[in-house]
Each structure stands twice: as C-alpha cells, then as structure tokens.
C-alpha cells in the first residue's frame, strides 16, 4: 500500500438481499475477520451472475464475467484482487487489480462486476476502511433473526442516502 492510500479491509460475500422498497438487489459484503458490513445495490443481471457463481453453477454458454476470466487467463494474467475503493455522490466505485509478469495494472470498474469476477477468479475482495459500517444486529441472534433484523434495516434505508448516516 501507497504512503496516504486508505486502508483496505478483506471482505467476503455474506449474501444476495432484495430491497423490498425500490425492488433493487444488495450485495452484501461483511468485513473477512469481522462484523461490519457493506451493503451495496447492484443490478437484476450482476446480482444473477454472483448469485450463480456462489451456488457454483454454470450457464452453457459463457456470461460476460466468464469471458472477462477466460481473456485474463489467455493473456497470462491473474486478478490478483478487487477493491471497492470509494463512494462519490451515491455510487460506489471499484478497482480490478490485474497481475501480468511484474506488472499490476488498476482498472476502473463498477462494484457489481468487479466481485462476479473475483468470485470467478477466486481473487481476494477488499473494501475501503471507511466505506464499513458496524452490523446493525447484536451477535447472539441467530442467522435467521439477523437476516430478519438485516432486512427491516434495508428497508428503512434510502439508497441514495447511503454514506451519509450511520447505521
């Protein structure tokens, strides 16, 4: 990491939500060794291809994010990880970093894609620091009644006014 670039955090994909008020897909990423979360809405088409990686089933025919993996490979290079780097004027952004020899290249890319291929590529998925939000459920609740508290919460939440309260 850069002298002055935020801090990173590991992430991984807790689960698929549907926003019942706007009818909008949320990934919901928490936090690899811990329990702060970042829910991020994405598109009907990205939440299906994330949703058929983590099931681990195949279409016949390559979906773009395949393709995407087959034409790294074939190029000799590797997503060595994914970063959802910041959140300007409601919409996140994301960075693919791609390995090739000694070489790491950044590629601007939206959220959604960027963790369908690194579920794909099984790359590491990271978050910036200040982009997490602590869990809005306490820890002695099971994974039902959490996913029940989780869902009241999405539906009190504004998408458009995400980053600019705490939760």
């Not at 698929?16 to 088409?45: K, N, S, Y």
């Not at 996140?92 to 601007?108: H, L, P, S, T, W």
């Not at 869990?135 to 919460?153: F, G, I």
């Amino acid at each position: 990491m850069s002298p002055g670039a935020p801090r990173a955090v590991e992430m991984k994909v807790w689960r698929l939500a549907l926003d019942e008020r706007t009818d909008t897909p949320v990934v919901m990423l928490q936090e690899a060794d811990g329990e702060r979360l970042l829910p991020i809405w994405i598109g009907r088409a990205e939440a299906r291809a994330i949703a058929m990686e983590l099931a681990g089933r195949k279409f016949q025919r390559p979906l773009t994010h395949d393709l995407i993996k087959t034409i790294i490979d074939g190029l000799d290079g590797a997503v060595a990880k994914i970063t959802i780097v910041e959140l300007k004027d409601s919409t996140f952004y994301a960075k693919i970093f791609i390995q090739k020899a000694d070489e790491i290249v950044g590629i601007d890319a939206r959220p959604s894609d960027s963790i369908a291929i690194a579920l794909r590529t099984r790359s590491p998925i990271f978050a910036a620091e200040e982009l997490l939000q602590p869990q809005p459920t306490p820890d002695n609740l099971s994974e039902d009644e959490r996913a029940e508290a989780l869902r009241k919460y999405l539906e009190e939440m504004d998408p458009e006014d995400f980053g600019k309260s705490a939760f």
